[in-house]
């Protein structure tokens, strides 16, 4: 019974580290609850978890009605899933330091063109620290999330 449990609790980890992430906004540390494309990311292409895909799309929905922006999250997130499921060049699964490179190529790509649609020095300066923010806080949540699934 108690292994049941702590399956549970693995199995329900990844879909509860987004909702806290994307619950846990602040104006200038976690603006809008962007922490939660980390376990997003992560869980979709890192480390594949079955039924996440529908949940990862739902909330980058939500970070789009957080932002403010129209389906950028969401396009992002589907054209990046589409390509890492068609080609074969590439295995994020066995990447070094938990796919931070190409982690940082799409955070990096999608905060850019929101600079870029929001042209200003407030914009400049967001877009900066929130992919500053992204970088710091990635390893950390990759190495809590293979911690709790003994990975």
Known sequence: MKYKIVNLL???????????????????????????????????FIRPTPYFTGYALLFCFLLDYKFNTVLTWTIFYSIYYVVMNIQTMLDLTHTNKNGLYAFLLFAGSVIFFIMLTHVGWTSIFMSFLMFITLSVCYIPITHIAKAVNHD
């Open 10 to 44: 693995r199995d329900i980890f990844p879909f509860f580290i987004t909702l806290f992430l994307w619950r846990l906004s602040t104006p200038y540390l976690n603006p809008s609850g962007i922490l939660a494309i980390i376990p997003i990311f992560y869980y979709s």
